[in-house]
């Protein structure tokens, strides 16, 4: 069974940094975008970034200029680098990944990564 694998959260002061990374446990054909959810306690899970296959990427407002998204095609895993952290930026980070397996769309998500930023 295909999955996706975190990994990179953890407690960090604001103001700090955090790479988290999401590996798929096997190359899924037809995957297209890959991108990062976000999930506060009592808040909508919202789109964080993402990246197609061909490097495009988009931002959520309140992240652009601090987190940066990248793709490495050849390891099957997308990069989060989170940068100038606040303390609302804390949330369960989601990996998604998205695309058609001919007529059928394809979605998987990861199990989630808890991002914590307190001083």
């Known amino acids: 069974q295909v999955q996706l694998v975190e990994s990179g959260g953890g407690l960090v002061q604001p103001g700090g940094s955090l790479r988290l990374s999401c590996a798929q446990s096997e190359s899924i054909r037809g995957i297209n975008t890959m991108g990062w959810y976000r999930q506060a306690p009592g808040k909508q899970r919202e789109l964080v970034a993402g990246?197609?296959?061909?490097?495009?990427?988009n931002y959520a407002d309140s992240v652009k200029g601090r987190f940066t998204i990248s793709r490495d095609n050849a390891k099957n895993t997308v990069y989060l680098q989170m940068n100038s952290l606040k303390p609302e930026d804390t949330a369960v980070y989601y990996c998604?990944?998205?695309?058609?397996?001919?007529?059928?769309?394809?979605?998987?998500w990861g199990q989630g990564t808890q991002v914590t930023v307190s001083s």
């Open positions: 998604n990944a998205r695309g058609h397996d001919g007529p059928w769309p394809l979605e998987f």
């Open positions: 990246i197609t296959s061909g490097g495009s990427t």
